[in-house]
């Protein structure tokens, strides 16, 4: 499983987990917040640190605020976010090389960006487990959200399954993204 945040503080991710392993399955999650590895435990577990442009946020945007305000910014904070998600998929997507998976399951976006990435290389499975459609989150006019349609209409099709919530969910999928 590939998670873009800590799945502890995630039920269904932890659900999931709870139901493989009393099946009998082995799981490894690889996810992202205060970095430790886990192996041994209840499943194998590693949490990556989260990738974060500090000179960019603190010292360039010092000089660009006066002259970057309104859509500018937006657009600055935007691709500083863009960057660091990016940066955490490609570091969720290298950890996957030498476990030796059936399959990977990603739990939003850009672990599915991760998982295709890596799925692509060990000739592997690709789960979408979507939650939610993170286009749809927040502002939808906004630069990121903006960004998010274009990823998810790339990167969803090149699941090899996606697992909805719901009916409803499924028909906006299969329209959107032609699954």
Known sequence: M??????T?????????????????????????KERFQEG????????????????KKWIWKFLRPVAPGKAGELYWTMIKIIEEWW?????ASKTKGIE??????????????????????????IYDAHEM?????????????FLKRLESRVIPKADYVILPNE????????????
Not at 101 to 126: E, G, I, P, S
Not at 134 to 146: D, I, L, T, V
Request: aromatic share 12%; with cysteine.
């Open 2 to 7: 590939l998670y873009s945040a800590e799945h």
């Open 101 to 126: 998976a059936d399959l990977f399951q990603a739990h939003d976006l850009w672990a599915c960006y991760a998982a295709t990435r890596a799925a692509k290389h060990a000739n592997q499975t690709v």
């Open 41 to 56: 435990g209840e499943y194998g577990h590693l949490t990556l640190p989260r990738h974060e442009l500090r000179f960019f």
């Open 88 to 92: 955490g998929s490609l570091d969720l």
């Open 134 to 146: 993170a286009s749809e989150q927040g502002n939808p006019k906004s630069f990121y959200n903006r």
């Open 9 to 33: 503080k995630h039920v269904m991710i932890r659900r999931q987990i709870t139901t493989l392993q009393k099946q009998g399955y082995p799981v490894w999650i690889i996810d992202r917040g």
């Open 168 to 179: 409803p969910r499924a028909r906006v999928y299969k329209e959107e993204f032609e699954l």
